[in-house]
C-alpha cells in the first residue's frame, strides 16, 4: 500500500469515527433530555421550586468518553431543547441551568481527560460540586429575588439551610450515577464497535470495577437517606 492510499485510508477511517461520534453525542443528549422530562423531584421542601434530575450523570458519561467540550455542547443542547419544550423558567432558567450543569460536566471530564482512572474520576467529580455549589448558591442569591420577586433576605435566608445542602445532593447523587454506569456503557460502546478501544486504555481489574460500584451504590445510599430525613420519613 502506497503512502497516499495510507492516508486516504486514515482520512476515511477518521471520518468515519467523527461520523460515530456526533450520532452518539446525540444519542446522549437525547436520552439525558429524556430523562430530564420523564425524572424531575422536589428534594427539599424549603425550595420546592428547584427539583432534582439526572441529565447531568448522562451528560457525564458522554464527557468522560469524549471530554470536557463534547461535554459542554451535550450541556448546552439538552438545556435548550428544556427551554423551548417543557421548563417554565425562561431564558433566565436556561443560562442558570446550563451554569449549573457544566460545572460539574466539564471539570470533572476536563480531569478524566487528564488522569483516566478512578481517582481521576473521583476528584473531578468533587471539584464539580463544589463549583457548582458555589456557583449556584452566588446565582440564587442574585438572580431568585428578581425572578422570584421575593426579598433577598429570604433567599438569603434559605442558602445555607436549603440551597447549600440541594446542590451538594444534586452533584452527588448524579456523580455517584455516572461513575456506577460509566465502565459499562464505555465497554458496550466499544465490543459494538462505536468507538476505538484506548490504545493506552487503564487496566480494570474486576475489584477495582467492583469497588467502584461499591462506592457509587453507597454514595446513592446515603443522598437518598439524606432526602428522607429532609422531608420528614424518619
Not at 27 to 55: M, N, S, W
Not at 69 to 74: L, P, V
Not at 119 to 137: E, I
Not at 153 to 162: I, R, S, Y
Amino acid at each position: 500500500m502506497t503512502k497516499s492510499e495510507q492516508q486516504t485510508q486514515t482520512n476515511r477511517l477518521n471520518s468515519s469515527y467523527r461520523t460515530k461520534q456526533m450520532v452518539i453525542l446525540a444519542l446522549i443528549a437525547a436520552i439525558a433530555y429524556a430523562v430530564t422530562f420523564v425524572c424531575r423531584l422536589p428534594i427539599i421542601p424549603a425550595i420546592g421550586f428547584v427539583d432534582l434530575e439526572f441529565k447531568s450523570a448522562v451528560i457525564l458519561i458522554g464527557g468522560f468518553i469524549f471530554g470536557p467540550m463534547s461535554g459542554f455542547i451535550m450541556t448546552v443542547v439538552v438545556c435548550l431543547l428544556e427551554m423551548i419544550t417543557f421548563s417554565s423558567t425562561g431564558v433566565i432558567g436556561c443560562i442558570m441551568n446550563i451554569l449549573a450543569t457544566a460545572c460539574i460536566v466539564v471539570p470533572a471530564s476536563f480531569v478524566y481527560k487528564k488522569k483516566s482512572s478512578p481517582l481521576g474520576a473521583t476528584v473531578g467529580l468533587a471539584a464539580g460540586v463544589l463549583l457548582m455549589t458555589v456557583a449556584m448558591v452566588l446565582w440564587n442569591y442574585i438572580v431568585t429575588p428578581i425572578y422570584m420577586g421575593v426579598p433577598r433576605e429570604a433567599v438569603e435566608a434559605l442558602l445555607l439551610p436549603a440551597f447549600v445542602p440541594f446542590n451538594l445532593l444534586k452533584g452527588a447523587l448524579n456523580g455517584a450515577a455516572a461513575m456506577l454506569l460509566y465502565k459499562f456503557v464505555l465497554a458496550a460502546l466499544e465490543k459494538s464497535n462505536l468507538i476505538p478501544k484506548k490504545e493506552n486504555k487503564e487496566k480494570n481489574s474486576i475489584g477495582s470495577i467492583i469497588g467502584v460500584v461499591i462506592v457509587s451504590l453507597m454514595v446513592l445510599l446515603t443522598c437518598v437517606l439524606i432526602i428522607l430525613a429532609f422531608n420528614g420519613v424518619f
